[in-house]
């Protein structure tokens, strides 16, 4: 029988990295103009396991994080919640991800997703070479990152790297998991910050408390 067409057989995966302790909706709609933009296939949201850069005192437990992970992208059929690293032991190295991706998914590009935050911040990135070997990084801009410094920024790591980074826009959600976590110490409200279902979670099992 006759193949049908297919756009393309190489499949384009976002990968969207946080800690999301907790999750919240500067996070998804980042991910979801990337999809929209580059007409990702679909977008995993992957929360750490240990990262590096983190204190790790004010980090809840891994499986709530995923949990909280699973619950916020079910609306959306082009996201899912992946447990690869929470999963391995030790240290959260991106470079480790990206490498088992490519196993997994052997026809594939994949579009690392960053806030304009982690991109200032990459040189102190493990193996920063090879992560721009396997990814194409997706910048996007966050609220009280200067422009300028990214711009700067990008333009120091294609020379110095030969990287493949796209830089994207999208609308500004001055939302932070540090503020989340503040707000529900004090017991201020943090409606319409994250998904409704989230928040459940969040006061069902007491974390942040
Ligand atoms: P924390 O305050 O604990 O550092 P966070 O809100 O920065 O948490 P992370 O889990 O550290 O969330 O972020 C994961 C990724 O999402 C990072 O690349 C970060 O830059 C990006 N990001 C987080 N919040 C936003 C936002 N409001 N707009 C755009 N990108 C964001
Ligand atoms: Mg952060």
């Not at 240290?91 to 997994?104: A, C, F, G, N």
Request: hydrophobic share 35%; aromatic share 10%.
């Amino acid at each position: 029988s006759k193949k049908l067409y297919t756009r393309s057989s190489l499949k384009k995966i976002g990968v969207m990295g946080g800690t999301f302790n907790p999750i919240h909706y500067g996070h998804l709609a980042t991910a979801e103009a990337v999809r929209n933009k580059y007409d990702l296939d679909k977008i995993i949201f992957m929360p750490s396991g240990t990262p590096p850069h983190k204190s790790k005192k004010e980090i809840i437990d891994k499986k709530h994080r995923y949990n909280m992970t699973m619950i916020a992208t079910m609306s959306n059929t082009y996201f899912e919640a992946s447990d690869i690293e929470i999963k391995r032991e030790g240290m959260t190295y991106t470079v480790d991800t990206l490498e088992e991706l490519k196993r997994i998914y052997k026809n594939s590009q994949i579009f690392f997703i960053t806030g304009a935050d982690a991109l200032c911040d990459i040189d102190s990135w493990k193996y920063l070479e090879k992560n721009f070997e396997l990814a194409t990084f997706v910048g996007a801009t966050r609220p009280g990152i200067e422009c300028d410094e990214v711009n700067q920024k990008i333009n120091q790591l294609k020379q110095k790297y030969d990287a493949n980074i796209l830089n994207i826009y999208v609308p500004s959600l001055d939302i932070s998991s540090t503020d989340l976590r503040n707000r529900i110490k004090k017991i201020e409200s943090i409606k319409y910050l994250l998904p409704e279902n989230v928040e459940k979670y969040i006061y069902k099992n007491n974390l942040y408390r």
